[in-house]
């Protein structure tokens, strides 16, 4: 089985701060891995996913996350946040070969002040 | 091309009642997953179909359960509702819903139908 452990539950930060949301993962088999942003009373967008290849992802709207596999992590990190990036972002993996089966964190709400 | 569709967006129920909530995948997708969503349990998976048949599932009581039409379009169904099942009830869309060394099938999500239950 595997599992998804988000870190921060909330990261509250100024606005064109950088931002890093963690993520470790548990899994006895190969997974994908994924960050997901949620906007209020919205469904579930993909921001990056890291299948295989180079362990920087980049991803929309600026994001990127970087994969560590000796680690188990999967962190998410922006140079400079700005207010609209202000939501709630969910780290999952997959297992290879599975049938549609996303297992997700619990979730970051990140807050960007002003 | 439009996205994923659920219907209705809200629905109040009483306990012990019954409801059913539906899913229209984007044109040419043929696998639906069903994702519960709740703030003490987060997101977790339910089931997923493909080509009418269920392929995977989730550690859900039998009380939930689902079906896929052959137009891709899904229903799933919850029986004598407890409060327990308030919940934003997300489904996702893939091509086929499986993943392959290197590859992988993206789910794009509905904005969910929200149940709360009375």
């Known amino acids: 089985a595997q599992s998804v452990t988000q870190l921060d539950s909330q990261v509250p930060v100024f606005e064109e701060a950088p931002v890093e949301l963690r993520c470790n993962y548990s899994s006895s088999v190969s997974v994908y891995l994924f960050w997901y942003v949620q906007y209020p009373n919205q469904g579930l967008q993909l921001l990056l996913k890291?299948?295989?290849?180079?362990?920087l992802v980049k991803g929309i709207n600026g994001f990127e996350a970087e994969f560590n596999k000796s680690q188990t992590s999967f962190h998410l990190r922006k140079p400079s946040v700005h207010i609209s990036d202000t939501a709630e972002y969910f780290c999952a993996v997959t297992r290879v070969a599975s049938y549609g089966k996303l297992t997700f964190g619990q979730g970051t709400i990140l807050t960007v002040h002003p | 091309k439009a996205g994923v569709t659920q219907t209705p967006r809200y629905l109040i129920k009483t306990r012990g009642q019954q409801v059913t909530l539906s899913c229209s995948p984007i044109s040419g997708h043929r696998s639906v997953s069903w994702y519960q969503q709740t703030p003490g349990q987060g997101l977790q998976f339910l089931f997923e179909?493909?080509?009418?048949?269920?392929?995977n599932k989730g550690n859900f009581p039998g009380r939930f359960s689902g079906r896929q039409f052959s137009n891709s379009r899904s229903e799933m169904n919850v029986s004598t509702l407890e409060l327990g099942d308030s919940a934003l009830y997300l489904c996702a869309s893939s091509l086929s819903g499986t993943s392959g060394r290197g590859s992988y099938n993206e789910q794009f999500f509905g904005p969910g139908t929200r149940l709360t239950v009375l």
């Open positions: 179909y493909f080509s009418e048949t269920q392929r």
């Open positions: 890291y299948l295989s290849g180079s362990t």
